[in-house]
Structures are given as structure tokens and as C-alpha cells.
């Protein structure tokens, strides 16, 4: 299980009958298991502020992608072959200022062959404006930095339309970056929409997914799975979005309830071990697999695993243990969103928790203090952490009603300072006129 319940114009949440199998074994990609994920979004800011659009200026008008992701189930796990259902968030800070969380690339293309990029962003590292040639055989792009252009580099080397034309672009973007938001997803999926005007492909939503994903694997050098991209390109509004991530089949989950609200909790702390850890977790993961011959973790059931415990270290096993628990869980997610049974949804997140807590061991401290102070406090169904862990933001599903007295308790239960989004489900990427 992938993550599920997750926000991206991301993520996702998370074509339906697209098939598309991930080169080389099932178990070495982390997208092949199923995610259930929604994208979400408040209120449109106001256009000046070049929040949630991606595009180009001059034309065709900026490409919509929204990006943001909190995935609520099965998010970490993504990298075994389960599903995970994600959305998108569109959120506005406890202050109740319309702030929609996006990522916007506006630009227009040039005739001198160069690519010319600037970041406002004033977290992203320098230097915060660069520009270089457009890529050739001979002359290939290569990553370095700054990190932050890495994903737009990634996208233009594998954009599989042709001949891309010089531009020059400007990236505006509100997704907190290492908050597991996905920001990373924002950028790629913005950066392909963007090249979508200048040069148009012919590619399945699928492929392109599979482009952005790419990047990231080769220019940022992360191993994720492909939920962020999918509900980046595939969200809805109203919807969840159930990924099924071996085969990229996705199904549309209604998230329409207005006595439901989705918080977003951001601990507003990062530490280091997640870019070492995630990578070490898959190898894991697929260890386990091998150990017990299959292709993938999500052709394990958990008889199977326990019957297996003696061939594999206790560390390895009770990662698998989570992935394979987080397959199922997914499933029953999905099917609890379609009844209506927020109760049972919100037990799934909490077991999900735990299970990223104490089997991946991906969450720290003030991500636990989140979820404790979430779960404590009337009105809410179920909390967890989002994202790659050891930081970032926790997702809890409450009642809409609860949400201002929530998030006060929250903030006085925890010790340091809580950034906080009220998200609704919404769609995906677009092309729209300024």
C-alpha cells in the first residue's frame, strides 16, 4: 500500500484502464503498490499571486497543477507494489487567508536555444536563477546545482516531445519543501505541463507520470514511487484517488461530504535520515521479497511473511510487515470512504501510524506529538503522518464542525510550532488563461 489519502494535483491521491508495467522487477518500484490519494484545495487565490497555476505566459496561459500532497494511508510504503489512495490540498493557514498550495511555472519560449530559470522560492537553494543550454544528444543535462532545478532539469531531459524550443520560466510555488507535501511532484508535474504548451506529446497520462517520476529517480537521485505524479495529474475535485501502483489502474473514490474536513498539520521540522533512509527501506523490502521468491511484496500475504520470519532479519521483516499490512489497509480504506464509514477510515489511519512508527520506523517525535494531540481532541476520526517521515506534516480526518477548536487544541498539546491547512478534495493540473 502506497500512500493513501494523500493530497497532489498532485498528491494522488493516490487512466484507470491504462496499463502500463514499471521496467524491471515489480518489487524494485516503490509505485507498484496500490494508493489511495486525493488532491484538495480551498478557495482560488487570487491570480496575482501566481499560486497553484503552471504554465506558460505567453499563449496558452499557465498550467494548472495545484500541488501539494498529504498522503493519510499507506504513503511510505509505496515502495513494495500496493495501492494507495492520495489527494490534493488547496488549503488556508488557521488565520482563515485563502492560500491555495501550488506550484506555479510561468514563462514564454526564445529563440537563442538556452533555458533560462528563476525560483522565488526562499527556501530553495542557491542560486536561485540559472540558465543553460537546451539539451542534445552530445550535450545531455546532467544534475548539480542548485538541487532545486533538478526537477525541472529531469523533466526537459526526458520530455519525450520534440523540438523543445529555449524559454525562459519563472517558478512560484507556496508547497513547503521537506514537509512531504510533495513539492518535488509539483515542480515535475508543473515543469511537464509547462513543456506541454511549447511542444505538444502524444503520451498516455501514464507516461507522463512515468517522465516526472523518472526525473526524480535520475536528476534528484530519489527512488519514489509514482503516487505524487499520478494524483498531480489525475485529481479531481470531490474525489479520492484509489491507485492500484504495479498497474497504474486508478478509480475515483467520492470525498464530496461537506461535514468532512481533512487537516494538514505541518510540524515545521526536518531532520536529516529521510534522504538515506528511504532508499535503505526499499532495499530492505525488496530483500524480503526475494527471500521469500516472489517479485514483489504485494504478492505476499501476511501468513506467508511470518511463516518466512526465520529467513530474513528482524528489521527486515517488520518492514515488510508494514508494507504488506499497508496493502490491505489501503484496500479497506477505499472501501470505507465509499460507505461513509469515516470511523473505520480514521482507525486505518491510526494503524497506519503506528505501523510507519513502529515497524518503518519513518516517524520522529513531534510527528507522534502531532497525531496524540490530533487523537485526543473531540470531533476527529483518525490522524498519521504524510510524506517520507522524520518530519514534515501529519493529515487527520475530522469533522468540519471541530475543525478551529482542533486546531487549537493541537497547537497547545504540541511543543513547538504548527503550521496548519484545511484541505478539500480538487482537480489536478490544468492549462487556464491568466
Known amino acids: 500500500m502506497a500512500g493513501w489519502m494523500g493530497v497532489d494535483t498532485e498528491r494522488g491521491t493516490r487512466a484507470r484502464k491504462e496499463q502500463l508495467r514499471c521496467p524491471g522487477p515489480a518489487n524494485t518500484r516503490p509505485a507498484e503498490r496500490p494508493a489511495l490519494l486525493w488532491k484538495a484545495r480551498r478557495q482560488p487565490a487570487p491570480r496575482a499571486q501566481l499560486v497553484d497555476w503552471a504554465g506558460t505566459a505567453g499563449g496558452a496561459g499557465p498550467a494548472r497543477p495545484d500541488l501539494g500532497r498529504c498522503v493519510q494511508l499507506c504513503e511510505p510504503t509505496q515502495r513494495g507494489s500496493a495501492p494507495s489512495i492520495p489527494g490534493r490540498p488547496d488549503c488556508a493557514r488557521q488565520s482563515r487567508r485563502a492560500l491555495e498550495l501550488g506550484t506555479v511555472l510561468v514563462g514564454s519560449p526564445r529563440a537563442d536555444g538556452l533555458i533560462s530559470l528563476l525560483t522565488t522560492s526562499e527556501d530553495a537553494d542557491e542560486p536561485r536563477r540559472l540558465q543553460f543550454p537546451l539539451p542534445t544528444t552530445q550535450r545531455p543535462l546532467e544534475p548539480g546545482a542548485p538541487h532545486w532545478a533538478n526537477y525541472v532539469k529531469g523533466v526537459i531531459q526526458h520530455y519525450p516531445a520534440a523540438p523543445l524550443p529555449g524559454f525562459s520560466a519563472v517558478v512560484v510555488s507556496s508547497v513547503p519543501l521537506g514537509g512531504g507535501l510533495s513539492s518535488s511532484a509539483s515542480l515535475e508535474v508543473a515543469t511537464y505541463t509547462f513543456l506541454q504548451q511549447l511542444c505538444p506529446d502524444s503520451g498516455t497520462i501514464a507516461a507522463r507520470a512515468r517522465v516526472c517520476q523518472r526525473a526524480e529517480h535520475s536528476f534528484a537521485g530519489v527512488p519514489c514511487g509514482i503516487m505524487d505524479q499520478l494524483i498531480a495529474l489525475l485529481g479531481q475535485k470531490g474525489h479520492a484517488l484509489l491507485i492500484d501502483c504495479r498497474s497504474l489502474e486508478t478509480s475515483l473514490v467520492p470525498l464530496l461530504d461537506p461535514k468532512l474536513a481533512v487537516l494538514i498539520t505541518n510540524s515545521n521540522v526536518r ?13 530492505q523490502c525488496e530483500e524480503v521479497a526475494r527471500a521469500l521468491g516472489k517479485e514483489s511484496l504485494r504478492e505476499v500475504q501476511l501468513e506467508e511473511l511470518e511463516a518466512g520470519r526465520e529467513l530474513m532479519s528482524g528489521e ?3 518492514r515488510a510487515r508494514h508494507v504488506v499490512g499497508e496493502i490491505q489497509r489501503t484496500a479497506q480504506a477505499a472501501a470505507a470512504l465509499s460507505r461513509g464509514d469515516y470511523r473505520a477510515f480514521g482507525r486505518l489511519m491510526v494503524e497506519s501510524h503506528n505501523s510507519l512508527r513502529d515497524d518503518y520506523e ?26 517520507g517521515g522524520f518530519g514534515g506534516c501529519t493529515v487527520t480526518l475530522l469533522e468540519a464542525s471541530a475543525a478551529s477548536l482542533v486546531m487549537q487544541h493541537i497547537q497547545g498539546q504540541y511543543s513547538g510550532t504548527a503550521t496548519f491547512y484545511l484541505s478539500q478534495a480538487a482537480d489536478g493540473a490544468q492549462v487556464l488563461c491568466l
Open 271 to 283: 531532520h536529516s535520515l529521510g534522504s538515506s533512509e528511504y532508499p535503505l527501506r526499499r532495499r
Open 316 to 318: 527486515a521483516f517488520r
Open 362 to 387: 519513518v516517524s520522529c517525535p513531534e510527528l507522534d506529538q502531532l497525531v496524540e494531540a490530533a487523537l485526543s481532541a473531540p470531533g476527529v476520526y483518525g490522524s498519521r503522518m504524510t510524506g
